[in-house]
């Protein structure tokens, strides 16, 4: 019986809302809001301060790695060729002559 009692009384809890606690809450969230934007603008160069840092390390890391393997492999004084040109490029000779020719006014 009491727990009837207990549910009716909840229920009429639920339905009835109060101006106090409406107002009690949207204050909260105001509150939270501005904390939250207070505490991002005080954060906020520290985590980008530390996030540009680790992309730097990373870069200087990959970097490192790529002068050393290009030091290794070759000697001083050597000639190196990174790039070797295609041997299939020939020009057409189907496609005509060139005419030189001037601009008169």
Do not use: H
Not at 67 to 85: A, F, H, L, M, N
Not at 93 to 98: D, I, L
């Amino acid at each position: 019986m009491e727990i009837i009692v207990f549910l009716k009384k909840f229920n009429l809890m639920l339905q009835q809302a109060s101006l106090y606690g409406f107002v009690r809450t949207i204050l909260i969230i105001v509150l939270v809001w501005y904390g939250i934007k207070i505490l991002t603008r005080l954060f906020a160069p520290f985590l980008m301060r530390y996030m540009s840092n680790k992309v730097k390390q990373k870069f200087e890391g990959q970097f490192g790695q790529q002068q050393q393997r290009q030091q290794s492999q070759q000697k001083e004084g050597e000639t190196v060729i990174d790039k070797i040109p295609n041997k299939d490029t020939s020009s057409n000779s189907k496609v005509g002559e060139y005419i030189d020719f001037e601009d008169v006014d």
